[in-house]
Nanobody, 129 residues
C-alpha cells in the first residue's frame, strides 16, 4: 500500500510563503495512477479540502479559500506532490495532509476525504506575526 509523507511545514508571517512536499513510497502501482489531494485541519475544526490534482497532473482544483494563493503540482517521475502556499493568512494555520486515491481515469480529481484511501501523517503550518 502506498505510504505518504509530508514535509516543509513550519512558521511564517502573514503574507509569507511556505512550500509543502508529499513523497510517496511503497505500493505496487505507479504513482501516475493516483489522484492526489491536500487537506488541512485547524485546531478544533474538521478537516477540509484544500487542493487536488488529477493523476496526469493536467487539472488542478482548489478550495475557494486558497484559490489564487496556493498552487498544487506533482512530479510523477519523482513520486512527489508539492503545495506552494503564498500570501499566507493566519487562518491558513492548520495541520496539512496529503492523500492519494488510485484511479483508472487519468483526468479526474477528488475533493471529498471519503474518496481517498491513503493519507500522510500531516505537517504543521503556523501563520502568525
Amino acid at each position: 500500500q502506498m505510504q505518504l509523507k509530508e514535509s516543509g511545514g513550519g512558521s511564517a508571517q502573514p503574507g509569507g510563503s511556505l512550500r509543502l512536499s508529499c513523497i510517496a513510497s511503497g505500493g505496487s502501482l505507479r504513482f501516475s495512477n493516483y489522484a492526489l489531494g491536500w487537506f488541512r485541519q485547524a485546531f478544533g475544526k474538521e478537516r477540509e479540502f484544500v487542493a487536488a490534482t488529477t493523476p496526469s497532473g493536467s487539472v488542478r482544483y482548489y478550495a475557494d479559500s486558497v484559490k489564487g494563493r496556493f498552487t498544487v503540482s506533482r512530479d510523477n517521475g519523482e513520486d512527489r506532490m508539492d503545495l506552494q502556499m503564498d500570501s499566507l493568512k493566519p487562518e491558513d494555520t492548520a495541520v496539512y495532509y496529503c492523500a492519494s486515491k488510485y484511479s483508472l481515469r487519468k483526468e479526474i480529481y477528488y475533493t471529498s476525504q471519503a474518496d481517498y484511501a491513503n493519507w500522510g501523517q500531516g505537517t504543521q503550518v503556523t501563520v502568525s506575526s
